[in-house]
Structure formats: structure tokens, C-alpha cells
């Protein structure tokens, strides 16, 4: 019993300390003058607030999703695990119906009556699941895909690209080698071949993805290490005899900084919408798991039927676009603010 | 010239042998040929069945050394060698689906597949720099902001979305074009309307928004200032001075994805049942065809290749800075 | 009678950090055949003036707030967007300060030079090409016939001077403003380039703006001069008198901080402190924050009055 308490709690903790982990990092940078400069900046572009908001408001719904605790039955006096309740389940529990229902319908389409009286904001689908409720676990499918990646992203990437950058010759030689090969493969083929022999899953996905996007982040790290070694305050450190590692981790780096969050925040939309097309493809997350592409993979026929149901589709579409929408129109704020080429001149400084 | 494309041409060997590795690497080392048989024949095959199918594909042999061969084919006989000679001659060998030979499939799998990326890259080409030359004139002016604004909109959405969307509307609501399907001759053109729409509608927020920001960059030149202060009107600026130096940068990339339109489009093709590359990739996935599959990809980097190639030749055609050292 | 002159111009720029009233309140003239410097640190707002003057105030943040631009009797601000453009090139250029950028690219210089005559309808093709070469060749370009099919890339930056003067001159203009057309040179070729910028306004009577860091330029080639601090005039009259008796302290530091002819060795003076930036100019006189006389009265605004010996200057305690 203990154990699935502490599984469930590992859990929620995980994504809790990711979570937390992001927030302490931004507040950290808003203590420093030009990033608070940044954000007062990007703060003031209307549209930029209401997709953070918008984004805070997913990030809630993902938060409630991911805190859970196991639930028991009694069975001959003993305690049996029967699933994981997130806090989400709580606040919003919609009965399981036999079949297809319309939004706000008193009945399904199997003329049978609703098994509680509680009605379906957004319909049934054809196993009479609460649409809704599926919308929102995408949520966590999405974040979930989208952030893992990402972590696995970031230290490849980052990692390579700077040494690649920094050393030159024969590591940027390798490095470049191994990108340029792995670029030159169509990326959805790969996609394809690597999730055929790893299987469906959250984390072969997340692994597959991380091995066909790494690439992107390692060239632009690298493009810009190579910019700034040749700049003046690295060659100063140099010539005081600083450790390549230090000037790499400790000068570099942050020189680099907004280049990676504009690249990881622009290609938080392309995973997203990568699983919903490898789950279209029966190559995503498994079947069972609520995921908005295999939402729209259930919709294809049901928009021919007769009566048509639009529901499903219209749902997961709206829950979809929404978040990425918002996490491009946010994204592009920061790109705007941060990178020179974009953005109108500014006082010569 | 002839010397810089025989060098460049040298410098892609090494990547396509690294895809060579990395195919023998999924489709070998992290599959083994007992899996394959077994997605192919099924489960329940028995095992002598399995073996003897193995042996028949030749999946039977060592990876790198054969110890039983004698002399030199201690070397070559074996899986590497047999998968590097078979991709270095596009001896692909035959399908797993129906045992046709792989490259006579392709090769009649690329016909639909151009008719159909073709005009999509040519409209969408067309249709993008249009739009952004129009942004960027008006940039800065509600049609700038609204049109960007637009883009994005349109970047958000998922392709299969605009798909099902559209088939949705034309097909099932208008009645206007069949839903999918594939005829050949001139009958064709009923259903190649349809995704033809789909195909340039959904690519064209992005480029729009790629190319308008290629644009805007250049209107912040010096140069431009220097046209108006000759006087010039600002239709001269835009269109001369600031197109042909904005165009350097969307054609050389337009040309990249040239010889990527014989691989057609994965989901378009498998949607609207055009039996392109694309469909031929889908089937040959669901039905676990993997010399198959390793023959798309193979061929996909050696066309990457030659876009790239095509990419630098172009460069050096249209820019008078650049010139082949 | 003065062909141009420029009252009170403001030009500001809108940044998200608020108003930079990078010009506030500039006044000059300009003469026929008669050279007016205008003087400068880096980021005063010089070229700033220009674009205003040309019309071509970079968008969409930078803006002209206020003055009046009088040319011929009429106010070039109010001009319409095409009337201004018939008038850019044909009758006022500009020399771009930097040569480097300023030519585009991926034409080649015959054909940018020549687009100026046929926007201008001066003359066919052909004779028009004609004109081109002999501006080419009245430059200094050598080999004219064949630097006309060249790209800006195959030229050196003087030639690519040589080739933006060429391009303000082809129309015999009115007015030349030249910004800083010397500093991307080396000192041989600076000399060579004014002389011919002399040269060519002898010959067309060209009234000139002559934009610069440097005083030894102003004096040898200007006849009045305009001294700008911080997008204002701290200095104004005529080049003789205020280069041998400045008043105004900025002017004063200017010129003690040229290196002296008569007096090697020693070491030059600087004015204290760096240009404060155009988002915070301070308040009251913008020099106060580094002038060595400033007092409890200069974060008033001093205004620009005439003084005894008829230059203009903007200081409370000059007389
Ligand atoms: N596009 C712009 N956006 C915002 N501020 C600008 C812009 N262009 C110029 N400025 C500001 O206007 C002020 C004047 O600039 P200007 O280029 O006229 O200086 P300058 O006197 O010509 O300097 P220099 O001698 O370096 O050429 C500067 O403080 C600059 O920061
Ligand atoms: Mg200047």
C-alpha cells in the first residue's frame, strides 16, 4: 500500500520541483537588470500577457492533473489498488456513458439516458467517454511530451553546441558531422522508424523526438558560441587564464541564454504538434492514454456520420490551438524583444 | 564550377554513409530479424517457418565477421555488407508486402507524389512572396499587423486538421470534389484539386511570416535609405531594390526543397489516398516493410543532399558576391 | 537670402522606454555656393538633422515633432510624400556617412547611379549612361567604363565614396548634404575627397552641409559653423570667429582637445564624462552634466543669444 502512495507522491513531486524549478529560474533572472529590463518589455505587449495567461492557465490544469493519490477498494477487508485519482478526477468527475452523446444532450445516442444526471459540456465520444475530460488529461499529455523533450533537449544541445562552438577543429568537425547526418534524414521518417522499433509510449516518444530536435537547438548554439568566442570579453578572460570550462559555462553561456529560450519556447509548439500527428499515425502515446491526436485520430470517420459528430474533433482542435497559439504569440514577443535582427533599431547603445 | 561540385559532392559521401550506419544501427542492431519475421508473419508463425524466412532475406547472417565463409567473404558476407551493397547500388531488394522489387515502386510511387508537391510548391511559392512583398509594403499599417497576425493563426494549426477540415467542407458538405482517391489520365485533376488547396493553404502561414520577416530586415538596410534618396518611388525601392536582395535568401531556400518533392507528403497523400512516396512510406510503416522504409530514407538524404548542393549552386548564381573558389 | 533654412526642428523617436528628443529645437541656414558645418560627439544628433531635412526620419518610431525646414519660401515638412520625392536627389542630396552599407549589394553601380537620372527624367538611356561616366571619371574613378558594370563589392571604400558622391552630384542638386563623407577614409584620400566636394561646388554653386567630428576640416572648407550638443545648439556663427575665440565651454573643451600643431608632446585635454544618451538627456543645460563652470542655474534651459562678437551661444554666463 505504502508504495503506491510513494509512487504517487514521487510523481507529483516531480513535476512539481520542474515546475518550481522554472519559476525559481525566472524570478532569479528577474534580479538581474537586463532581464528585468526584458520582461518589463515583454510584459508590456498586450498579447504577450494574455497567452502567458492562457499558458499559466493550461500549466494550472496540467498541475492539477499531475498531483494524484492512489485510491483503494475494500475487498474482503483488505485494501486494493484500484487507480491513481489526480486532483483533477476531484474537482470535475463526469460519469462514463455507453456511447456517443451531444454536448449538453439528455440522452446518448443510444436513446438510453444519462447514467447520472450530470450532463457532458462537451459530449461523449464513442465509448462514451466525457470529451471534455479527455481534452483536458491532453493537457498533460501535451506538457508532458513538450517538457521532457525539452529536458532531454536542452543538455544535448546546449552541451554540444557550446564545446562544438568553443574548440573548433576537430570536436566542431564531429559534432557538425553527426548533426548534418542526422539532419538528412527526413525528420518524420526517422520519427516513424525510431517510435516502429521503440514501440508506443510517453517516454519512447519523448526519446524519439529528443534524438530528431536536438539538432536544431546544437546548430543555433553553436552559430552563436562561435560568434561570441571571437568577442572582446572572452578573449579578456582568456588572456587572465581562465579554465576553457569556466569561460564556456561562465561567460559564454549566458551570452547564449536567450537564443535557447526563444528556440525551446518556438519548438514547444512543434512537439505538441508532432505527437498529435505520430499519434494520428498509431505512433504516439498508446491508445488508451487521452491524447488530443488520438482524439483527432477517432474524429476522422465521425464527421461523416449522420447524425455528424463534431464534438470530438472540435474539442481537441480548440484545446490544441489555443496552447499553441498562445505559446507562439508568446514565444514570438521574446524573440521580438530579445533578438536584434527582428526588432525595430534601438538607441545605439 | 565543375570542380566546386565534384568537391561538394565529396564532402556529402561521409553524411550519406553516416545515414547508411544509422539505418543498419535501427533497422539491424535494434531490431532483430526474429521480430521482423515475426511482425511479418505474425505471431503465431511457427519456427521453423520463421527460420526458413529468415534464411530466404538472408537475415540470418553475421553482423560484421562470418566466420563459416571462406577467404575474402569472411568480410562480405555479412549483414553490413550486404545493407551498405544493396543502398550503394539501389539494389533495395523486394518488399516485404506484396515481395515486388523495392525501386520499381518507388520510382512509379514518385509520378503521383510530383503531381500533386509540384503545384503546391509552385503556387505556395508564388502565393507566400506575393503576401509578403504586400506586408512589407504596408508594413507597420493594420494590414501588416492583421495579415502577421493571420499567419500565426494559420502556423497553430495542425495539418491533419486543415485536412479533415477541408475535406469536411469540399467533400462532404459542397459535394465539390471526391473525398480521396486517385484516377489516372486526365480524370486525375478531380482529385488532385483538393489536396493541391489543402497542401498550399497549410504551408502558407508560415513561409508568409518567414519570408516577410526576411523582407523587413532588408528594408532596414542602408541601401534602401540611399534608393530614397534618390528619389525613387517606393514601389521601385520594394520591388527592385529590396525584392532582389530579399529574393537571395527565399529562392536559394525554395531550391533546397526541390528535390524534396519527389518524397511527396506523408499525411496529405495518406488522407487523400494518393499513392505518392508519402502513402508508400505510411504503408510500408503500418505493414513494418523495412528495407522499405530504409530505402525512403536513403533516398530522402541523398536528395537532401542534392538540395543542399542545388542550394549553394544557386547562391553563387543569383549573388554577385558569391563566387565558386 | 538664405536657399534653406532650418527653424527649431525636433526630431524624437518613440521607444518603449519613452520620447528621445534626439533633435530639440535646431536652427541653421544654408547659402548658395556657401558651406555650413555642422559639429558634433558622435550621437548629437547630426545625421539626424539630415534625414529631416531629407525627409527620411527612419521609421516607424523616429518622428519630426516640431520647426520648420524653409526651402524657397516653403516648409519641406509640409510637403506631400511625392513632392518631397521629386525633390530628393534632383535637388537635394546626401552623401551617406557610411559607404560601406550604403550601396546595395546585388546591383551594379552603373545601374544605381543611372536609376537617379531616369527617376529624374533627366535624358534617355543612353545619354544618360553617358553623364554617369563622366561623373564616374570627374570623381576620380579610374577606369569609369568599366567600374559602371562593377559591384559595390569590387570597389575599395573610397571608391565607394567616390562613387556615392558621384551619385548626389549626378543631378547638379541645389544642396548637398554631406554626412561625415571623409571619416571611413585614410587622411590622403580625406584631403583628395574635399578638395573635389570644393571643386564640385565651385563649379555648380552648390549650397553644401558639411557633417563632422573634425574642426581642421571645418575650418579649411566651411564658411559658417554649428556647434550641437546632445540634440541642441550650444554654438553658432561664423567659422573664423567662433574656431579663434569660442564661448561656449563645450566649444572651448572641443578645441582644447585638438591636438595642437604648435605645442606637441603635450597632453590633450578631454572633456570629462561621456554623451548622455538621447532617452535621458538631463534636465536644463544638457552640457551641465559635464561642464566645468556648470552652476545651480544651469538646470534652467539656457537659450541661444547673440554675444558681442555676433555669435550665437547658448550659455548663461557668456556675454
Ligand atoms: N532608429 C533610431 N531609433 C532610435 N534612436 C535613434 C535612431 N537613430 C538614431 N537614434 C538616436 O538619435 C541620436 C542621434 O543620432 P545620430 O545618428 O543623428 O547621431 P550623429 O550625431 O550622426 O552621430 P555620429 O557622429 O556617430 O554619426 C542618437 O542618440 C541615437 O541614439
Ligand atoms: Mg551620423
Known amino acids: 500500500m505504502l508504495e503506491y502512495y510513494i509512487n504517487d507522491i514521487l510523481r507529483s513531486l516531480f513535476v512539481l520541483v520542474i515546475i518550481g524549478g522554472g519559476i525559481y529560474t525566472v524570478l532569479r533572472m528577474n534580479r538581474n537588470r537586463i532581464w528585468h529590463d526584458v520582461f518589463r518589455q515583454i510584459w508590456s505587449v498586450p498579447i504577450a500577457r494574455i497567452s502567458f495567461g492562457v499558458i499559466c492557465l493550461y500549466l494550472f490544469v ?35 456513458e455507453e456511447s456517443y452523446s451531444a454536448p449538453m444532450a439528455k440522452y446518448q445516442f443510444t436513446d438510453k439516458k444519462m447514467e447520472n444526471k450530470g450532463i457532458h459540456p462537451a459530449g461523449t465520444n464513442i465509448n462514451g467517454e466525457d470529451v471534455l475530460m479527455n481534452a483536458f488529461k491532453g493537457i498533460k499529455v501535451a506538457f508532458t511530451i513538450g517538457g521532457l523533450t525539452t529536458l532531454i533537449i536542452l543538455p544535448i544541445g546546449i552541451f554540444f553546441g557550446l564545446i562544438a562552438g568553443y574548440f573548433g577543429k576537430g570536436a566542431d568537425t564531429t559534432v557538425t558531422y553527426v548533426y548534418s547526418t542526422l539532419a538528412c534524414i527526413p525528420e518524420i521518417l526517422l520519427l516513424i522508424a525510431l517510435m516502429n522499433i521503440f514501440g508506443n509510449g510517453v517516454l519512447q516518444l519523448c ?6 530536435s536536438w539538432v536544431g537547438l546544437c546548430r543555433i548554439v553553436r552559430g552563436e558560441t562561435m560568434k561570441q568566442k571571437n568577442m572582446e570579453y572572452v578573449q579578456s578572460a582568456r588572456a587572465l587564464g581562465q579554465s576553457h570550462f569556466r569561460i564556456i559555462f561562465k561567460h559564454i553561456l549566458p551570452n547564449v541564454m536567450h537564443i535557447i529560450l526563444i528556440t525551446s519556447i518556438l519548438r514547444f509548439s512543434g512537439l505538441v504538434m508532432a505527437e498529435v500527428i505520430l499519434s494520428y499515425l498509431g505512433l504516439g502515446v498508446p491508445p488508451e492514454i487521452a491524447s488530443w491526436g488520438i482524439m483527432i485520430d477517432q474524429s476522422r470517420g465521425e464527421l461523416a456520420r449522420d447524425p455528424m459528430v463534431w464534438w470530438n474533433i472540435i474539442t481537441a482542435f480548440s484545446f490544441m490551438f489555443i496552447l499553441i497559439l498562445s505559446v507562439n504569440f508568446f514565444g514570438d514577443t521574446i524573440r521580438d524583444v530579445l533578438d536584434p535582427r527582428t526588432r525595430v533599431k534601438g538607441v545605439k547603445a | 564550377m565543375k570542380t566546386y561540385i565534384l568537391r561538394r559532392i565529396l564532402y556529402a559521401l561521409p553524411v550519406i554513409f553516416g545515414v547508411m550506419l544509422i539505418t543498419f544501427v535501427l533497422f539491424f542492431y535494434l531490431t532483430t530479424p526474429e521480430t521482423i519475421a515475426r511482425q511479418i508473419l505474425g505471431e503465431k508463425a511457427k519456427k521453423e517457418v520463421i527460420q526458413s524466412w529468415i534464411h530466404m532475406k538472408g537475415l540470418d547472417k553475421p553482423y560484421f565477421f562470418n566466420t563459416e565463409a571462406p577467404g575474402i567473404r569472411k568480410v562480405t558476407d555479412t549483414l553490413f555488407i550486404d545493407h551498405i551493397w544493396s543502398l550503394v547500388t539501389f539494389q533495395f531488394g523486394n518488399s516485404y508486402q506484396d515481395d515486388k522489387p523495392i525501386m520499381n515502386k518507388i520510382i512509379t510511387r514518385a509520378g503521383p507524389s510530383l503531381t500533386f508537391t509540384l503545384p ?46 477541408f475535406q469536411w467542407l469540399f467533400s462532404i458538405k459542397l459535394k465539390l470534389f471526391p473525398i480521396s482517391g486517385w484516377a489516372e489520365g486526365t480524370d486525375k485533376v478531380r482529385f488532385i484539386l483538393l489536396p493541391i488547396f489543402v497542401g498550399v493553404i497549410a504551408g502558407l502561414g508560415g513561409s508568409i511570416r518567414f519570408y516577410r520577416t526576411i523582407m523587413i530586415e532588408e528594408t532596414t538596410k542602408d541601401y534602401v535609405r540611399t534608393a530614397r534618396s534618390k528619389g525613387l518611388n517606393e514601389s521601385l525601392v520594394l520591388f527592385k531594390h529590396i525584392l532582389k536582395n530579399a529574393m537571395i535568401p527565399i529562392l536559394t531556400n525554395a531550391v533546397m526543397a526541390i528535390p524534396f518533392l519527389f518524397m511527396g507528403a506523408l499525411l496529405t497523400e495518406n488522407f487523400f489516398g494518393i499513392p505518392g512516396l508519402g502513402s508508400f512510406a505510411v504503408e510500408a510503416l503500418f505493414s513494418n516493410d523495412f528495407p522499405s522504409i530504409k530505402a525512403v530514407i536513403y533516398i530522402g538524404a541523398i536528395l537532401y543532399q542534392i538540395g543542399l548542393i542545388l542550394t549553394d549552386i544557386s547562391y553563387a548564381l543569383v549573388d554577385p558576391r558569391v563566387v565558386f573558389e | 537670402m538664405a536657399l534653406l533654412e532650418v527653424k527649431d526642428l525636433r526630431t524624437y523617436f518613440n521607444l518603449p522606454e519613452g520620447t528621445a528628443k534626439a533633435v530639440d529645437g535646431v536652427s541653421f541656414s544654408l547659402e548658395k555656393g556657401k558651406t555650413t558645418a555642422l559639429v558634433g560627439e558622435s550621437g548629437c544628433g547630426k545625421t539626424l538633422v539630415s534625414y529631416s531635412i531629407m525627409g527620411l526620419v527612419p521609421e516607424p518610431n523616429g518622428f519630426v515633432a516640431g520647426g520648420e525646414i524653409m526651402f524657397r519660401e516653403e516648409d519641406l515638412l509640409k510637403f506631400s510624400f511625392s513632392r518631397m ?68 563589392h569590387q570597389l575599395s571604400g573610397g571608391m565607394k565614396q567616390r562613387v556615392m558622391i558621384a551619385m548626389a552630384l549626378l543631378t547638379n542638386p541645389d544642396i548637398l548634404i554631406a554626412d561625415e563623407p571623409t571619416t571611413a577614409l585614410d587622411v590622403t584620400i580625406q584631403a583628395q575627397i574635399l578638395d573635389l566636394l ?116 547658448a550659455c548663461f554666463f557668456r556675454k
Open chain 1, 62 to 96: 496540467f498541475l492539477l492533473d499531475s498531483i494524484s493519490y492512489p485510491l483503494f477498494k475494500e475487498v474482503n477487508k483488505k485494501h486494493v489498488f484500484v487507480n491513481s485519482r489526480t486532483l483533477l478526477e476531484v474537482i470535475y468527475t463526469p460519469a462514463r
Open chain 1, 207 to 212: 526519446i524519439a523526438l529528443g534524438i530528431t
Open chain 2, 120 to 165: 503546391v510548391f509552385i503556387m505556395g511559392l508564388f502565393l507566400s512572396i506575393s503576401f509578403s512583398l504586400i506586408f512589407a509594403f504596408f508594413r507597420a499599417t493594420y494590414i501588416d499587423k492583421y495579415g502577421t497576425f493571420l499567419c500565426v493563426l494559420g502556423m497553430s494549426i495542425v495539418i491533419m486538421i486543415y485536412i479533415i477540415g
Open chain 3, 85 to 152: 520625392r521629386s525633390l530628393r536627389g534632383k535637388t537635394i542630396s546626401m552623401i551617406f556617412q557610411e559607404p560601406m552599407t550604403a550601396l546595395n549589394p546585388v546591383f551594379s553601380i552603373g545601374n544605381q547611379l543611372i536609376e537617379s537620372l531616369m527617376t529624374h527624367g533627366t535624358g534617355d538611356r543612353v545619354g544618360a549612361k553617358k553623364r554617369c561616366i563622366e561623373m564616374l571619371k570627374e570623381v576620380g574613378i579610374p577606369g569609369p567604363d568599366q567600374r559602371f558594370d562593377e559591384y559595390p
Open chain 3, 198 to 313: 570644393k571643386k564640385m561646388q565651385k563649379k555648380y554653386k552648390t549650397a553644401m552641409l558639411l557633417i563632422t567630428h573634425d574642426l581642421g576640416i571645418v575650418s579649411e572648407n566651411a564658411d559658417s559653423l554649428t556647434i550641437m550638443y546632445a540634440g541642441k545648439v550650444v554654438e553658432q556663427g561664423d567659422v573664423k570667429t567662433v574656431l579663434k575665440k569660442p564661448s561656449h565651454p563645450y566649444t572651448q573643451g572641443l578645441l582644447r582637445s585638438l591636438p595642437s600643431m604648435h605645442s606637441p608632446g603635450k597632453k590633450l585635454y578631454s572633456i570629462p564624462g561621456v554623451v548622455p544618451q538621447a532617452i535621458n538627456f538631463p534636465e536644463g543645460c544638457r552640457f551641465r552634466t559635464r561642464c566645468i563652470e556648470a552652476k545651480k542655474e544651469c538646470e534652467n534651459e539656457p537659450s541661444l543669444k547673440i554675444l558681442k562678437n555676433k555669435v550665437k551661444c
